[in-house]
């Protein structure tokens, strides 16, 4: 496996195909000059980099919500519904953990048995076993572009398959859909596995069907630093240009300080931007992604349409293209789709009736943008160091440097030495740095913004600031003070 961040010769590309399509019996159904032709047939409405590009022109709030079941049947119903009573303008199909993980013999069994149960029993939607033209029906009942929304390390066959029935969005990262989401998977194997998905993507768009790659923003959705989530997903970003992606939505989880998300938020438009244009990008659309909350929620209901709610606002305030939307049975389980929709119309109200504002641009705001710009900039031009050049290859280096590292995550890949902790006005911080060379004027923030908070709750900074803040959330707060 040789990894490098170079575009695929078409020929490369076809290599590696069969194995991938031969690794389910649905995989047969994929013919790309048909896939080609039913793309062409879809109306503008239905395709989501066309959505997307009007949308920010018009500085349009977008809103999606999650949802995937076992049945075709109940998984069509499911997205109309989010359509029409949720207003949804961008559906998902989100897939089965199963899927996710290859294991399509197990979907398979999950498919039996809801039908007998008559409910759905798996988390998503196994699309990989359905196969092309039962998706196509899926794409066929709606009016507008669906999305497929997963955790899969080795996407290729679920790409193949799903862009082939006619979804014109595909989600995930070589890192963003590695590191929370598996134990095991080396870090080169992802990154290649999802260069293969961006160079179908890439032979999509040549033939001038544009589909959008989403990278996952939130990663582990505990504690994360803006500049980690947004380093990583602007790495992800240059690799899918690479490889011939035309529309990339970088995305990032809510932290929960109004200030800090909306500085997140506008900083990564700015150095999503400005980084494709810097390594010749200047065609690829880029647009932006907010996660409400993705830590834990309170289990009633109303509490938890509060957590909704206080996203929507963020989004509505700091502007961004697209808002992924909560459910208030988010504490509970895989929601209905009263649930959905309850979590969509609260959003839509909030977005709605803050249309009209913004929030202003003071010193603590300006200073936090500047704090996220500098991180990042300092991060991804350490990877490119370590990669000699090659951002694929110093993207596994940094890894293994811990220069690039995430809290809290499964993988094995990660070293684990950072820590995060919020201050006293809930934006998260860095405890310790680990192996990440932030300048010193950096350090020196984190520390001083750590030991305000400290001196307020008259204790040590340390790991039980660090267990009170995840633990905040589903007790009603969000800086986890002592008491
Ligand atoms: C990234 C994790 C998020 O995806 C949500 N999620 C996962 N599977 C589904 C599903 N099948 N329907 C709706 N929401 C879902 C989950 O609640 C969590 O907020």
Known sequence: LRLENRRWEKSYFEEGRDYVLNSWSTGQEVDLEDAFHFHKSLPESKRAYCKLRAGQEEKRIYLQPRAGVALLSEHIELLSELESKGEADFLPTTIDSYTRQNRYAEAARGIEESKAAGRSLLNGLPAVNYGVANCRKIIDAVGSPVQVRHGTPDARLLAEITLAAGFTDFEGGGISYNIPYAKDVPLERSLFDWQYVDRLCGLYAEEGIIINREMFGPLTGTLVPPCISHAIGIIEALLAAAQGVKSIAVGYGQGGNLYQDTAALRTLGRLGRDYLDRYGFQDVLLTTVFHQWMGGFPQEESRALGVIAWGAATAALAGVNKVIVKTPHEALGIPTAEANIAGLLCTRQLIRMLG???????????????????????????????????????????????????????????????????????????????NIPFSKEIKDFHQKKIKERADLEKREPGFRMVIDDIYAISKGRLVGKPR
């Open 356 to 434: 009209e504002q913004e929030l202003a641009k003071t010193p603590y705001l300006k200073e936090e943008e500047y704090m996220i710009e500098r991180e990042v900039e300092e991060i991804i031009s350490k990877v490119f160091e370590l990669g000699e050049g090659d951002l694929a290859v110093g993207t596994v280096r940094s890894f293994e440097a811990g220069v690039l590292d995430i809290s809290f995550a499964p993988s094995r890949c990660t070293r684990g030495s950072i820590m995060p902790v919020r201050d006293k006005d809930g934006a998260i911080r860095f405890l310790n740095t680990g």
